[in-house]
């Protein structure tokens, strides 16, 4: 999540896991044995099945679908905004159901397929390649570690982790965090821009073989199309004002941010997620999945309507773990995450529904708005 042009590192160096705790490997040994025994046993694929595509193809309907009628459609005001709201709820969707599970290589064996659900994102104003150096190389491998995990640094006068500078305003952050999560694929439009460049800067675009000059003239054709659709169309074949048109547009964003924002923080930004630091020789003294289970946290796992549409990210211990996974798979293999975690001794958290943790976030905005590093 990133929003109000804060973005930072502390350092771009490499963190190691190390654990001299023979336990902890026999637990990640066990662990990887039990799970893909789960999918041999039943003759499974650890890829999307029919579940997965009927899903995309509803969420490509709420935000592709009320846009056509937007155009197409002589409809009252009221109706517009009920139509934008569901736009952002599509938008919000296809983020968390189809393009996470693309650009992370989990829907299908095959590379093009994986890469035409990952290019969802366009209908985001974004970009894949930003997403995935954010997300799966930082977040994941670096999960809430701070100055290394995006998700985690501070975001304009929201302050996520208690190693970050304490201001005088962020008592008040729990009160005022839900309001600019709205701002979060808002701020994209520009930021990714200034992602990109802070990312060549850090040395991760050569690392990963990428032209900076390249996915620059990518980032503005893909934002010029992306605005000249979603804004220009309107402008041109709809009798609605341009004022109307920008109203629209904010508020879908809005919806979109909300939304993600608020299922995104659930699972590593609340009470009982942990937030460790490097030694001096930049390691962490765990093994990385003991480490997965000290940062993250379940929530809601008897949710479907939230499990469907959220993309299984309430089963964040299970994605964190398995990310190749795709996540329609999740709840099935929670328990066996869960069994394995136990008997080694180590916690399996988890918040019983979706107000638990709401509360167990917005209680550690608290904590984060008084607590000194």
Not at 190 to 205: P, S, T, W, Y
Not at 270 to 284: C, H, K, M, S, T
Not at 298 to 305: H, Q, T
Request: glycine letters at 6%; proline letters at 2%; a positive charge.
């Amino acid at each position: 999540m990133i929003f109000l042009l804060q973005i930072h590192f502390i350092c771009m160096k490499t963190i190691e896991f190390k654990s001299q705790n023979e336990h902890q490997t026999a637990f990640a040994a066990e662990l990887k044995k039990n799970v893909h025994a789960y999918f041999k046993a039943n003759n499974l694929s650890m890829k999307a099945t029919w579940r997965f595509y009927t899903k995309a193809i509803v969420m490509l309907s709420f935000y592709i679908g009320s846009f056509v009628l937007l155009l197409t459609t002589s409809i009252p005001v009221w109706v517009s905004i009920l139509l934008v709201l569901i736009m952002g709820i599509g938008e919000a969707g296809i983020g968390m159901s189809i393009m996470h599970d693309g650009a992370h290589g989990s829907v299908s064996k095959k590379d093009w397929v994986n890469k035409l659900f990952a290019s969802t994102i366009v209908l985001l104003g974004s970009n894949a390649i930003n997403w995935k150096i954010q997300h799966n190389m930082l977040h994941h491998r670096y999960t809430n570690i701070y100055g290394f995990d995006q998700d985690i640094l501070t975001k304009g006068i929201i302050r996520l982790s208690n190693h970050a500078p304490l201001k005088p305003y962020h008592r008040y952050q729990f009160i005022y965090a839900f309001f600019l999560y709205g701002l979060m694929t808002l701020s994209k439009l520009v930021a990714d821009f200034k992602q990109l460049f802070l990312f060549n800067k850090e040395g991760i675009m050569e690392e990963q073989r990428i032209k900076l000059r390249k996915e620059l003239v990518k980032l503005i054709v893909i934002k010029s199309i992306y605005l000249m659709i979603i804004v220009g169309l309107p402008l041109f074949v709809t009798d609605f004002k341009w004022w109307q048109i920008l109203i629209g547009f904010s508020i879908m964003h809005i919806t979109a941010g909300i939304i993600m924002s608020a299922i995104f923080q659930m699972a590593h930004v609340v009470i009982g997620a942990q937030q460790p630091l490097p030694d001096e020789n930049n390691i962490i003294q765990n093994e990385w999945h003991v480490h997965q289970l000290c940062v993250t946290v379940d929530f809601a796992p008897n949710n479907k309507l939230l499990s469907w549409y959220a993309g299984g990210l309430n089963f964040q211990i299970e994605h964190h773990l398995f990310q190749y996974i795709c996540h329609i798979h999740f709840k099935a293999i929670a328990p066996i995450i869960k069994r394995t975690a136990q008997k080694y001794g180590y916690d399996y958290q988890v918040n019983s529904s979706f107000s638990k943790a709401i509360k167990s976030h917005i209680k550690r905005l608290k904590e984060l708005g008084r607590m000194k590093p």
